[in-house]
């Protein structure tokens, strides 16, 4: 963030003639009210009897750079500064001017002389800071908020941009605690708005992150983006159930889709087109490395081309080796990250789509809002997201048995569609390690672990793990995931830890690992532990093909039941545990009989192999009947 443009320091008008006053008085009005040119003159007339007076030049230059007079306004602000050399106001916006014009070593130098001349002005070191920051150096202007902060620990823009910086780095605990510090000093209102709700998700502060999406939802309530953000936020708290998510989806749905001006419908299709060749679009920011491809390519591959033909439109393209597979896999490929919702929506109708697959939902990158205003016929989502979209405009939810029971059906805002082994089909990682012996053996104590991002672990999956702790004798628990390298994310996970009796000795972090590395985490691991109630989605997957059984207590979400579908789809169901009592028998069975341990070990990745999971073939044949019964279902309906 650059500094805010300061205006003309009081001190630059001591002992002003007194028509001189009136003159500035005359022109600043003037500029307020818009009337530049009118300001411009006066102040020009003025210069020619008082050229010596710094705060004309101050605010002459002001008026010219509003008025895109850059080249000019640089000059007064330099003889504004030659005036008054020991009043900061015009050195700080001609530093500002000279960055913001592209100048930036000018800029570097003059704020480099400035913090010499001014060594107790933060507000100095923040220029200069901007200005390195301007040329891509991010390591000196870091050390130079720093150096600011050690001036003013309350300066909120250099608080803010250090969080940044440090946001930037990876540096969630510590970004967070200084967006804070810089919310809180930001007496005069100079920030750009911006809240911090994503950031502290992602180091497991589910509650406050909830709070400031929350507080900005206030402020800004037609904010689709934070809305989304809240709703994915709101399937992380424990004790959620389906009904409760679906009464907050609804919210976005009155919120932002009610807001939006209505499209022309789409065709109505007619019983005589139920079985005719279908064309389906999937919508999604994710194809690329990541889980939702991951789950979803396939189906994409093996899908039968006489029956369905496949249009995607891309909302973040991007270029890695699944990306590239996919693009050779789909027909027609749209890139469409910069249409804007009403462009997307007119090129689905120009592209004939019958059904429009939703694979994002309320992650990062979604464009619900063409959904919102019936872009296809057939709309449904899948695979992306981890429950209902709350969305009026969606007709359908793709999910198995497992996923949404039957009690739960009422709580989708869509007809749930039920796939006959899972959802998804996983493709296992082509560069996965052999399978190892099992790390404890016959009677060393066992390394659980827990692959999981910090927001999914909450104080009633600790205790709970802590009893599985305290009845295996020596055991230690593995965090391996992002965010687990933040010396606060640690400190806070010991710290809940140690109130059930489990001191931090027998727990370790892996944060910042690669795909790979995560895979590798898997052979020094005995049995994997499932969070609620968001669980394990692709991590349950990886973890049976490296051999490693995993534990889950299905919730009542969607989000709460991913680990138990992929087990049955694996057909390993006998993890699958009743209750918290059932969850402890279960970890100390399987540590108990190590032979049997390593004999599951041993066969489980030939046995997921051999499974629906896996069996890309099968799974896109389930997928395709699944789209021909929502088209034949929407034909059935035609008045025709």
Known sequence: MSAPKPTPDAGLSAALPRDLAEVLDQAANLAA??????????????????????????????????????????HHLRRAAALAPADPAPLLNLIRLHGEAGQLDRARDLARTATSQFPANAIFLFQLSVAEMRADDTAASKANLEAALAIDPGHCLSLYNLATILDGERHWDRAV??????RAADHAGVLEPFNSGSIELRIGEVAAAIASEEAWLRLHPADAVVWSN???????????????????HRAWQHGIADRLKLAPPPPVPTLAEAGRPLRVGLVSADFRVHP????????????????????????????????????????EWRDVADLPDDALLRLVREDRIDILLDLSGHISGNRLAVFARRA????????????????????????DRHLVLDTDEQWMAERVLRLPDAYVCFEPPAAAPDVTPLPAGDDRPLTFAAFHNPAKINDEVVALWARVLHAQ??????????????????????AIFAVHGIEADRLSFTGSVSPQQMLEA????????????????????????????????????????????????AGVSGTVARDADDYVAIVTALGADRQALQQLRAGLRARVASSPLCNAQRFAGHFADGLRHMWQEACAKSPG
């Open 230 to 248: 809240r709703l994915m936020a709101a399937q992380y708290l424990p004790g959620v159930t389906s009904q409760n998510l679906l009464a907050q």
């Open 473 to 494: 004798t020596g055991a230690t628990l593995r965090f391996v995931y992002d965010g687990y390298h933040l010396p606060g994310v640690q400190a806070r996970l010991c």
């Open 177 to 182: 605690a200084l967006y804070r510090r810089a």
């Open 522 to 569: 898997y052979c020094a691991t005995d049995i994997c532990l499932d969070p609620f109630p968001y669980g394990g989605g692709l991590t349950t997957c990886e973890a049976l093909w490296m051999g490693v059984p995993v534990v889950t207590l299905p919730g009542r979400s969607f989000a709460g039941r991913h680990a138990q579908s992929h087990l049955a789809a």
């Open 33 to 74: 009210t818009g009337r530049l040119g009118a300001a411009q003159r006066k102040l020009e007339g003025a210069l020619r009897r008082h050229e010596g007076a710094p705060l004309l030049h101050a605010l002459l230059a002001r008026v010219l750079e509003a008025n895109r007079h850059t080249a000019r306004a640089l």
């Open 292 to 331: 939702t491809a991951i789950f979803s390519i396939g189906a994409v591959e093996r899908i039968d081309r006489a029956a369905v033909t496949l249009v995607a439109y891309d909302c973040a393209p991007t270029d890695d080796v699944m990306a590239r597979r996919l693009r050779a896999a789909v027909p």
């Open 376 to 399: 296809a016929p057939v709309q449904a989502s899948w695979a992306g997201y981890v429950g209902t979209t709350g969305l009026d405009a969606m007709d359908w939810l793709i999910a």
